[in-house]
């Protein structure tokens, strides 16, 4: 069985409100077609259709405050609570509390020890790596799950040997941003597909999509409708080449953040589960999930040790 975990951060389950949610007016036919015309909205899960489920999951795990991206990732990939565990929510990157959970099991090491290949899909430039062997930069939580596990992070030369992906899945933003001219380029939907062919290639893979919570603190409306409208037909190109029986693809998220537009903080929103796969395989996976910290647990149903 295959799984993807697609992380989008800082999406909650916001308001039908078109002035300050994007999920409210983008054009998202993938998703429309999956939930049935449903939108991603506040009071739509549970939802169950043909082809997927939309959950909501407590973010705040109990701690007061607003939830923070180094805790929230944490408890996603190790399924702890891990605000209860260091006092409060914390981020966005890890301090040496949280880190130290993190890096002594998760959710990466555990498929290491079962038996299972797993990777992160991420493609890093080297100024990323510079920037952490000199020390200005840490590691977010979710790249220190992997790499704590003894997996390496993929690299420009994954990238261009299409073994890895740009955050925006076009390659767009290396060649603006990044200075790398000559990267390759592709549209969305051919992003899609392409992800479904290196998704098989590991039983467990995930990619996380920062943006999202990029655009939220920005209160980038443009931006944020736009990358709903790219993530839609990339996933749109992913399902085309991939049969949900092969497994599972979920979307959540750490935080609320995008879906309020209003302000440039995080939010106290549940954040959505969206589940898609053959029928009783979504049952499994959703039987017993309520909040991020019930992630891992639900992934790790699925891959029991081989040795």
């Given at each position: 069985?295959?799984?993807?975990?697609?992380?989008?951060?800082?999406?909650?389950?916001?308001?039908?409100?078109?002035?300050?949610?994007?999920?409210?007016?983008?054009?998202?036919?993938?998703?429309?077609?999956?939930l049935?015309?449903?939108?991603?909205?506040?009071?739509?899960?549970?939802?169950?259709?043909?082809?997927?489920?939309?959950?909501?999951?407590?973010?705040?795990?109990?701690?007061?405050?607003?939830?923070?991206?180094?805790?929230?990732?944490?408890a996603l990939?190790?399924?702890?609570?891990?605000?209860h565990?260091?006092?409060?929510?914390?981020?966005?990157?890890?301090?040496?509390?949280?880190?130290?959970?993190?890096?002594e099991?998760?959710?990466?090491?555990?498929?290491?020890?079962?038996?299972?290949?797993?990777?992160?899909?991420?493609?890093?430039?080297?100024?990323?790596?510079?920037?952490?062997?000199?020390?200005?930069?840490?590691?977010?939580?979710?790249?220190?799950?992997?790499?704590?596990?003894?997996?390496?992070?993929?690299?420009?030369?994954d990238?261009?040997?299409?073994?890895?992906?740009?955050?925006?899945?076009?390659?767009?933003?290396?060649?603006?941003?990044?200075?790398?001219?000559?990267?390759?380029?592709?549209?969305?939907?051919?992003?899609?597909?392409?992800?479904?062919?290196?998704?098989?290639?590991?039983?467990?893979?995930?990619?996380?999509?920062?943006?999202?919570?990029?655009?939220?603190?920005?209160?980038?409306?443009?931006?944020?409708?736009s990358?709903?409208?790219?993530?839609?037909?990339?996933?749109g190109?992913?399902?085309?080449?991939?049969?949900?029986?092969?497994?599972?693809?979920?979307?959540?998220?750490?935080?609320?953040?995008?879906?309020?537009?209003?302000?440039?903080?995080?939010?106290?929103?549940?954040?959505?589960?969206?589940?898609?796969?053959?029928?009783?395989?979504?049952?499994?996976?959703?039987?017993?999930?309520?909040?991020?910290?019930?992630?891992?647990?639900?992934?790790?149903?699925?891959?029991?040790?081989?040795?």
């Amino acid at each position: 069985m295959q799984f993807l975990f697609l992380f989008m951060d800082g999406i909650g389950l916001g308001e039908d409100d078109p002035k300050t949610n994007p999920f409210a007016v983008a054009k998202t036919p993938t998703l429309d077609k999956l939930l049935g015309g449903k939108r991603i909205l506040k009071g739509m899960p549970p939802l169950e259709t043909e082809q997927a489920t939309l959950l909501a999951l407590d973010a705040g795990l109990g701690m007061p405050g607003l939830p923070q991206s180094a805790t929230g990732q944490a408890a996603l990939v190790t399924g702890k609570n891990v605000p209860h565990l260091v006092g409060e929510h914390y981020g966005p990157k890890p301090n040496k509390p949280v880190a130290a959970i993190v890096q002594e099991d998760n959710l990466f090491i555990q498929l290491k020890k079962r038996g299972y290949t797993s990777a992160l899909l991420n493609a890093y430039p080297q100024g990323y790596f510079d920037a952490i062997e000199s020390g200005k930069r840490l590691l977010s939580a979710i790249p220190l799950a992997v790499t704590s596990a003894g997996i390496s992070l993929k690299t420009a030369e994954d990238y261009f040997a299409g073994d890895a992906f740009s955050v925006d899945f076009t390659g767009q933003g290396w060649r603006r941003n990044l200075g790398y001219k000559d990267a390759p380029l592709m549209d969305t939907v051919a992003a899609g597909r392409k992800l479904a062919e290196v998704v098989r290639t590991y039983d467990f893979a995930f990619f996380e999509f920062w943006p999202s919570d990029y655009a939220g603190h920005h209160q980038d409306w443009g931006g944020a409708v736009s990358l709903l409208e790219n993530i839609d037909a990339m996933l749109g190109g992913f399902l085309e080449a991939w049969n949900q029986d092969e497994g599972l693809v979920l979307i959540t998220s750490d935080h609320g953040n995008m879906e309020d537009l209003s302000s440039r903080r995080h939010t106290e929103n549940l954040v959505p589960a969206l589940v898609i796969g053959a029928k009783e395989l979504r049952a499994k996976f959703c039987a017993k999930l309520k909040t991020i910290a019930d992630v891992t647990p639900a992934i790790l149903q699925f891959y029991p040790s081989k040795t």
